[in-house]
């Protein structure tokens, strides 16, 4: 299980994840950040940090938001 970003960031970027997470999970996009799922720890700092509530643990994301649970990975194996 890993967090993921979802649509809310889009355009927003506000970046707090980015400052709190400890294992540099986190990427930055054109316009959202995303979570490379295989470095992401499931400390949940991100998610209390993102001022826009973008992020959730991959078992909580709502239905309408579930392609972002691939488009993280995806995204993030792309910077790496
Ligand atoms: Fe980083 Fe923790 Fe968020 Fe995973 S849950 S991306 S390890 S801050």
Not at 10 to 24: L, S
Not at 30 to 39: A, E, G, L, N, R
Not at 49 to 66: N, T
């Amino acid at each position: 299980m890993a967090f993921v970003i979802t649509s809310p960031c889009h355009n927003e970027q506000a970046a707090e994840c980015v400052e709190v997470c400890p294992v540099d999970a986190i990427h930055e996009g054109d316009d959202m950040y995303f979570i490379d799922p295989d470095v992401c720890i499931d400390c949940a700092a991100c998610e209390t940090a993102c001022p826009v509530m973008a992020i959730f643990s991959e078992e909580e994301v709502p239905e309408e938001e579930q392609k972002y649970i691939q488009l993280n990975e995806e995204m993030a194996k792309s910077f790496t």
